[in-house]
């Protein structure tokens, strides 16, 4: 039995003011950021305790957030003697938002009225202008993940940490909770900063599902300042 850690990176200047941040980008985490990046990374450290871990690995995509975010995690469970395999993964970029990336949804919906309506409705099936769709990012995104699943279900004492981006992890989310894929946009919200947990045994289970420490309570190690 395994378990996966899926992250999204704490907080840029486009996730604070609402806008598309897509693969092509590379923003860097801002000071908020960096302090949120902190307090997962002591959340996380505090789920894998009665965990104890005999084989971790952490698995990020390239874009600078999430390194940045990555790094805080790594110096929050580093434990003297604990072996931890790193590596970067370019299918677990943010989806391409094409001419869409840096705008708002409201400059979108102004810009390309019938693509944005056609694309709320089914993000699985509709690509952005000159970018991509749900089912390219999944078509990327999923064997990297499944292989890691794979490799959670047939151990025991296996984690794996996977920081990536808002639609891979809901795509993911919701293919393991065997929802509509078309829907993955409509009915999950990742917030910048969260983590989800998902036991691989005979069959998936998810355990927490887009969980941001408090700052208040996070700093004093407490579970109970988690909300899902």
Aim: proline fraction near 8%; hydrophobic fraction near 40%.
């Amino acid at each position: 039995m395994g378990h996966l850690f899926l992250v999204r990176h704490a907080t840029t200047e486009a996730s604070a003011s609402g806008r598309n941040l897509g693969g092509l980008s590379d923003d860097p985490l801002t000071a908020h950021g960096r302090l949120l990046a902190e307090r997962v990374g002591r959340a996380i450290a505090l789920e894998l305790e009665p965990i104890s871990p005999l084989d971790l690995r952490l698995v990020t995509s390239p874009a600078r957030r999430c390194r940045e975010t990555a790094a805080a995690i790594r110096e929050a469970i580093a434990r003297p003697g604990q072996a931890l395999e790193e590596h970067a993964e370019p299918a677990l970029l943010e989806i391409d938002y094409g001419a869409w990336d840096g705008l708002s949804p409201e400059e979108c919906r102004r810009r390309d009225p019938e693509l944005r309506a056609a694309w709320e409705a089914d993000p699985y099936a509709t690509a952005t202008p000159g970018g991509e769709s749900g089912a390219d990012v999944a078509a990327r995104a999923f064997p990297i993940l499944e292989r890691l699943e794979r490799w959670l279900a047939a151990g025991t004492g296996r984690v794996a940490i996977v920081v990536s981006h808002n639609h891979v992890i809901r795509l993911r989310l919701a293919a393991l909770l065997a929802m509509p894929l078309p829907d993955y946009r409509r009915r999950l919200g990742i917030d910048p900063g969260s983590y989800s947990v998902v036991e691989f045994g005979p069959s998936p289970v998810v355990r927490r599902l887009g969980v941001v420490p408090l700052e208040s309570l996070a700093s004093e190690g407490s579970p109970e300042g988690w909300h899902l």
